[in-house]
């Protein structure tokens, strides 16, 4: 049993790595990222790295993805009119 949850963690994750990849949109790619950054975490917590899954939620998820949402926002607002 705990291979198919191991098996549809590593599927779900070649999955959004390969969506991540492909898709144009900057803030659906911010979003795949942060979830793929989630699921990265369950596996660590799986290979019973506990203290690696929290740093991997807090910075790969939560930090990263705070500042990348951030970045997003900032070129969309830059492409239709310009800051003084």
Do not use: C, N, Q
Request: proline share 2%; net charge negative.
């Amino acid at each position: 049993m705990a291979w198919a949850l191991d098996g549809a963690i590593m599927i779900v994750m070649i999955v959004l790595a390969v969506r991540l990849l492909l898709v144009r949109d900057l803030y659906r790619a911010v979003i795949l990222f942060v979830v793929f950054g989630l699921f990265m975490a369950l596996a660590w917590v799986r290979l019973e790295a506990p203290d690696i899954a929290l740093a991997e939620a807090a910075v790969g998820a939560g930090i990263t993805g705070v500042l990348l949402l951030d970045a997003a926002k900032k070129m969309s607002r830059g492409r239709g009119e310009e800051e003084p």
